[in-house]
């Protein structure tokens, strides 16, 4: 019982109270829950954390090739330097050595060959990084050297596949081409892209008594880390807990690519009992890590004299690296966004998987969509420009339909489309017409600097392609003082989650934000979790809270 005083309330009091409304909800702009500690540098990640008692720390030795087969590996040398504690392969896994997220083909250690440069062949532990760094390099590897695939195209005349190629069809788009009045055919590339999250990818492990591990690990999918080290491990799943405060930055690089430090932190705590730490310099993050799916675009389009679309072939050949990682569900999504906002007419659309001995390239901001639509606006761009018509034009007379010609390649039904009632509002608006007249002049009279204008549409599929993804978790007490503590299975990586879900738990026991407290996203409170991606962490999340 409490020594203090309760104070009653009146009825009037309470129903003035209830009537002022919530100063924080739904709706409202709250500040982000980190914000005051990311200006101070209060807010703790996981380089931050003190470290633990005899804690070694981690650095692994790249392949500096990028095909080839490993004849052998000396880790003699490692143990000749001081503060070295241990020198693993891949024949000091205790279970699984791959780590592949969906299918093998990424493992741990290099086995028998290394596919890129950057490949982990060896990991050293050591009292320090630097330590850890010199021993590493000391060992000594010999390779016999393969012939690697290193561009896309190649990749693709060479039918060099991670996983087999898909078609999307409809109707008879070779007829279609050869019998429409305009024809035109080209080709377009399409770079990766790295993703430069501040925080380099980072995990801290801890072993527990019960021969299980405590990983704090940057990761936007805690579930999966809790898997792949269960398995590298070989031991339950309930006997691994990953713990994930927040991240400095994502953006599809710590989906899958977060597992690999975690793991080998796990494997070498394992073998010596104590806590180890792994944090990837930049080169070495950058080396190691896939980047967005660079892409190879091949098409033949056929369309009459308004620009609109008879028929289209289109080839996307993405560069998938030396597995599939999350390859097969990414060229999905591009295969899936090549119609844009625009009704193809019959059309044809192959998505290869092509391998290349580079890193295995992975999950990035749009997932696969923006690379399939850069393809049809460079079309919509290269009819404008046949046929001498504003791009816009172009684009509004292949737009989807309300109930005709409102079908995708792929046979999905295109409802609540506005799309030409926005367009309208945004050329009204931005006096779109006058200013590309006002434009036209200016670039007919200067020969060196040029002005341009765009309206562009956008089709995006939201949340996962695989819809049982589309769920998540949550956990929420209330205490006897009226305030509430709130687990869910989000990640934090500056975009606001925590923030915002803590709105919806406010907004629907009618409490203010103050009175909710969020702490780490963790797998002993909240089980089976998908990956904060897809856009989607919000929206689920805040529904399972």
Known sequence: ???????????????????????????????????????????????????????????????????????????????AIEGVRIAITH????????????????????????????????????CDLDTARRAAMAAIIEYEDLEPVLDVVEALRKKHFVLDSHTHQRGDSATALASAPHRVQGTLHI??????????????????????????????????????????????????????????????????????????????????????????????????????????????????DSGRLHGINLELAGNCGCSPDLSASIVDRAMFHSDNAYYLGDATVNGHRCKTNTA??????????????????????????????????????????????????????????MLEEITAELEASSDYQQRRESIRRFNANSPVLKKGLALTPVKFGISFTASFLNQAGALVHIYTDGSIHLNHGGTEMGQGLNTKVAQVVAEVFQVDFSRI?????????????????????????????
């Open 1 to 79: 019982m409490s020594n203090h005083p309760h104070v009653a309330k009146s009825q009037a009091e309470l129903a003035e109270l209830f009537a002022q409304g919530l100063t924080s909800g739904v709706g409202r702009s709250v500040k982000h829950d980190s914000a005051d500690k990311h200006v101070s540098g209060e807010a703790v990640y996981i380089d931050d954390r003190l470290e633990f008692p005899n804690q070694l720390h981690v650095y692994a030795r790249l392949s500096d090739r990028a095909h080839a087969r490993v004849l052998s590996i000396d880790t003699r040398p490692c143990y």
């Open 360 to 417: 295995s390239n992975t999950a990035y901001r749009g997932f696969g969509g923006p690379q399939g639509m850069v393809a049809i606006e460079e079309v919509m761009d290269r009819i404008a420009r046949h046929l001498a018509l504003d791009p816009l034009a172009v684009r509004k007379a292949n737009y989807y339909g309300k109930t005709e010609r409102n079908v995708t390649h792929y046979y999905q039904t295109v409802e609540h489309n």
């Open 191 to 304: 770079g990766g892209q790295e993703h430069f999250y501040l925080e380099t990818q980072i995990s801290s492990v801890m072993p527990t008594e019960d021969g299980g591990m405590i990983v704090f690990c940057s990761t936007q999918n805690p579930t999966e880390v809790q898997k792949l080290v269960a398995e590298v491990l070989d031991v339950p799943m309930n006997r691994i807990v990953v713990d994930m405060r927040r991240m400095g930055g994502g953006f599809g690089g710590k989906e899958t690519q977060a597992a690999s430090p975690a793991c080998l932190c796990a494997v070498i705590a394992r073998l010596t009992g104590q806590p180890t730490k792994m944090r990837l310099p930049r080169v070495e993050d950058m080396l190691m890590t896939g980047k967005r799916h660079p892409f190879y675009i091949e098409y033949d389009v056929g369309f009459d």
């Open 91 to 126: 024949e000091d896994i205790p279970g699984l050595k791959d780590i592949g997220p969906l299918l093998p083909g990424d493992p741990l250690l290099a086995i028998d060959t290394v596919e890129f440069v950057g490949q982990p062949v060896l990991a050293v532990a050591a």
């Open 517 to 545: 407290q969020i702490t780490a996203t963790n797998t002993d409170k909240v089980p089976n979790t998908s990956p904060t991606a897809a856009s989607s962490g919000a929206d689920l999340n805040g529904k399972a809270a």
